[in-house]
């Protein structure tokens, strides 16, 4: 069966860090591209990932330009997102998604997702 685990949410001030894990079992990075979503409080979740990767590379939206940073570890089955001086406005929800296919021309949509992790909670204080 395929599962994806999230973990690593936590309560941090403005300009803090954090380092979200999404452990994937049931099925390999090969041929998919992983992805994380976030829905922030009150709001609809967003409906393309903030960051994502696949074989080809790793993308990013604008918002989050020059702040996170994804990647993967094969060894231990995790995909990691690097989150560096948080805002309030990523205060949200985040969960990994993964979707089939090298997504590089733009990112997969929640439509086009086949498994999802159950989300964790991220919450940055001004």
């Known amino acids: 069966e395929e599962q994806l685990v999230d973990s690593g949410g936590d309560q941090v001030q403005a300009g803090g860090s954090l380092r979200l894990s999404c452990k994937v079992s049931?099925?390999?990075?090969?041929?998919?591209?992983i992805g994380w979503f976030r829905r922030a409080p009150g709001k609809e979740r967003e409906g393309t990932p903030c960051i994502w990767i696949n074989g080809d590379g790793t993308y990013n939206a604008a918002s989050v330009e020059g702040r996170f940073t994804i990647s993967i570890d094969s060894v231990e089955d995790t995909v990691y997102l690097h989150m560096n001086n948080l805002k309030p406005e990523d205060t949200a929800v985040y969960s990994c998604?993964?979707?089939?296919?090298?997504?590089?021309?733009?990112?997969?949509?929640?439509?086009?997702?086949?498994?999802w992790g159950q989300g964790t909670q991220v919450t940055v204080s001004s």
């Open positions: 998604a993964a979707a089939l296919g090298a997504y590089y021309d733009g990112p997969p949509t929640e439509a086009e997702i086949a498994y």
């Open positions: 049931g099925f390999t990075f090969a041929g998919h591209t």
